[in-house]
Nanobody, 124 residues
Framework: EVQVVESGGGSAQVGGSLRLSCAAS????????MGWFRQASGKEREGVAA???????TYADSVRGRFTISKDSAKNTLTLQMNSLKPEDTAMYYC??????????????????WGQGTQVTVFS
């Protein structure tokens, strides 16, 4: 069974930075894709970024150039570095994982393992 647990998050000013982490278990060294999603109050969950086991990444247009997704395979940890934060980045952020050989699209239906979420609030 694949399990993921998020940590990090919190509050930051507009233009500031935050770092999210996700600890994963149940994944092999190859054959998986992990991603970050977010859900703002009253809105649907949306994809932010994803990374394949070999390091190939994809980003939502809204965060490209500001957010960086990375992984530490030795520690089974996924990270989302968020820079130049905007008020519209405020949301609950979720880590997701899926056993697969492909780079999955940023759609909630592509991933079957989800964390409980961590809150990110950006204030001016």
């Amino acid at each position: 069974e694949v399990q993921v647990v998020e940590s990090g998050g919190g509050s930051a000013q507009v233009g500031g930075s935050l770092r999210l982490s996700c600890a994963a278990s149940g994944l092999q060294s190859v054959g998986y894709c992990m991603g970050w999603f977010r859900q703002a109050s009253g809105k649907e969950r949306e994809g932010v970024a994803a990374i394949r086991f070999d390091g190939i990444t994809t980003y939502a247009d809204s965060v490209r150039g500001r957010f960086t997704i990375s992984k530490d395979s030795a520690k089974n940890t996924l990270t989302l570095q968020m820079n130049s934060l905007k008020p519209e980045d405020t949301a609950m952020y979720y880590c997701a994982a899926q056993r697969t050989w492909g780079l999955l699209p940023l759609k909630t239906g592509s991933f079957s393992s989800w964390g409980q979420g961590t809150q990110v609030t950006v204030f001016s």
